[in-house]
């Protein structure tokens, strides 16, 4: 199917334990991001990708880890999983540098920490 | 202060009102204006782009004014399936990133 998916939907994970969220895009977009949302502080960018190979650290990358081997997949790690990780998790992708371009967002991964 | 900042609401109107929602930020560099919707516990999905000369979608209208560093949403004669909260993101020159505020929370009531 066309478009953005993540994936689980839903995990739950206990603390210490590492665990991969998954994003897969089929429009071959070069920008991809990874946010977590929380009440009280929105959204708010943990990685971000302009290309297969490149990425960079947003506002909140510590305890995560990124790569991007192919355009099409984006998978964050949590490399030990810790309670303050416990979130909502959206993967987006957008086709171009230019900023007139809203994002897609994929339809999120709920992760609890337990 | 933070970069976007939004009345978090509620805003609980009747159908058929006219309700408006204003976002201010901070950094004058902005270059790049949107309005998200997102529905309870599902992925925000973008509503309009706000250009600078304001422009309308249907019932919804959005408007930018840099002077005083704002945009705003206006949702004309409001129907139930409006309720969601309204996020506001507004992008900085040179950068590809997205700055989200925490958005405004609306509740058309029957």
């Known amino acids: 199917d066309a478009g953005i998916t993540q994936s689980p939907r839903y995990k739950i994970t206990e603390t210490g334990r590492q665990v991969t969220l998954m994003c897969h895009q089929t429009?071959?977009?070069?920008?991809m991001f990874w946010y977590r949302q929380d009440l009280g502080h929105g959204l708010r960018l943990i990685y971000y990708s302009a290309a297969a190979d490149i990425t960079d650290k947003g506002e909140v990358p510590d305890g995560y880890v990124v790569s991007r081997s192919k355009t099409e997949n984006f998978p964050l790690t949590l490399e030990s999983a810790t309670r303050s990780q416990t979130s909502v998790y959206f993967c987006?992708?957008?086709?171009?540098?230019?900023?007139?371009?809203?994002?897609?967002f994929g339809s999120g991964t709920r992760l609890t920490v337990v | 202060r933070k970069e976007v900042e939004q009345d978090p609401g509620p805003f609980n109107v009747p159908e058929g009102a006219t309700v408006a929602f204003n976002c201010t930020y901070s950094?004058?560099?902005?270059?790049?204006f949107f309005w998200y919707r997102q529905d309870c516990r599902k992925e925000p999905k973008l509503l309009m782009s706000?250009?600078?000369s304001g422009n309308e979608d249907g019932r919804f209208t959005a408007q930018l004014n840099r002077a005083s560093q704002y945009i705003s949403l206006l949702i004309r004669d409001s129907k139930l399936s409006d309720s969601a909260t309204y996020l506001c993101v507004v992008t900085l020159s040179g950068t590809y990133k997205y700055i989200f505020g925490t958005g405004t929370r609306l509740k058309v009531l029957a």
């Open positions: 950094n004058s560099a902005s270059q790049s």
């Open positions: 429009w071959s977009h070069s920008y």
């Open positions: 987006a992708s957008r086709p171009t540098d230019s900023a007139n371009y809203g994002y897609t």
């Open positions: 706000v250009y600078s």
